[in-house]
């Protein structure tokens, strides 16, 4: 899950081994929209892991 701007919110369920290249799509699509829309919030994509969310991509 990701939350680049006040704009847009980014999720994929994770169901097969799709995940990986909708992750990548995710990092990147993030990090293009967090600097180029209105209302940044996060440039990072998180993981539910039943709690609460995890940072997964430290550094971009």
């Given at each position: 899950m990701s939350m680049p701007n006040r704009h847009q919110l980014v999720w994929h369920f994770v169901e097969d081994d799709n995940v990986v290249s909708a992750?990548?799509?995710m990092?990147?699509?993030t990090a293009m929209v967090y600097?180029?829309?209105p209302g940044p919030l996060s440039p990072h994509v998180y993981w539910w892991n039943g709690r609460g969310y995890e940072q997964l991509?430290?550094?971009?």
């Open positions: 992750l990548d799509g990092v990147r699509f600097s180029d829309a991509i430290s550094d971009l």
